[in-house]
């Protein structure tokens, strides 16, 4: 997504836990058309790191246009096999954090009735399977979450901040390395240079929902 927007000709925000990959990623954006890239180190798992990292945007960058919540947790266990901690990271990870970052950045998008909200969801928000009791649910959450937060603006008139949720079956990330599927014909799994360009696209185009492969919508995940 990031080398999608850099191609637009876009100043970037890059956030992640890692460090160094968060480098080599403003390199390949930098070389591919971004106006300016900052990245920033940030463990989303810590409400007030979130806080403090945006203040630091909002200081050496300025306001945030788009606002794309990406990092996720994705265990693939038992839930008996699932510690409490594991189940509380994913919870973090892939739901809290959307209410932090939104919280941080949604107050200048308000003063200007202008911005773009996006959650990378994923097909687990919309059908459980087994295996996914945390994601599953985290990800429910995030999808309802910004769904929710799109009627508030709404009714408060402010509909030139758009929201957009994507619903991402199996993309080919090293989040889903040994993943294997049922039935490939019917649930592929995705290269993530196609799946990052729907995305772009569709917050281009201010889709409310986005699921890829559409169809994903009709059938059950399985492993």
């Known amino acids: 997504m990031a080398l999608n927007f850099a191609r637009l000709h876009t100043i970037l925000v890059l956030w992640d836990i890692d460090e160094e990959g968060n480098k080599k990623t403003a390199e390949l954006v930098k070389a591919n058309g971004a106006i300016a890239v900052y990245a920033y180190k940030c463990d989303v798992r810590i409400r007030e790191e979130i806080y403090a990292v945006a203040d630091q945007v909002k200081e050496e960058v300025g306001d945030v246009d788009i606002l794309i919540n990406n990092a996720g947790i994705y265990n693939r266990r038992n839930f008996f096999k ?10 973090q990870v892939d739901t809290k954090a959307h209410f932090w970052t939104c919280k941080a950045f949604l107050p200048a998008m308000l003063a200007q009735n202008q911005g773009h909200l996006v959650t990378i969801a994923s ?3 919309l059908s459980g399977d087994k295996y996914i009791t945390d994601y599953s649910a985290s990800k429910f959450a995030s999808f309802g979450f910004l769904e929710s937060l799109a009627f508030e603006l709404w009714a408060v008139g402010k509909k030139g901040i758009k929201t957009t949720i994507v619903c991402p079956g199996y993309v080919d990330t090293t989040l889903i390395i040994g993943v294997k599927t049922a039935r490939p014909f019917l649930v592929p799994i ?15 185009k201010e889709k409310l929902y986005v699921v890829l492969p559409p169809f994903t919508r009709l059938i059950t995940l399985k492993m």
């Not at 699932?82 to 919870?91: F, G, P, V």
């Open 82 to 91: 699932l510690s409490d901690s594991d189940m509380e990271e994913t919870i």
């Open 123 to 125: 097909a687990a928000s």
């Open 190 to 204: 995705m290269d993530v240079g196609f799946v990052s360009r729907k995305i772009v696209d569709a917050i281009l």
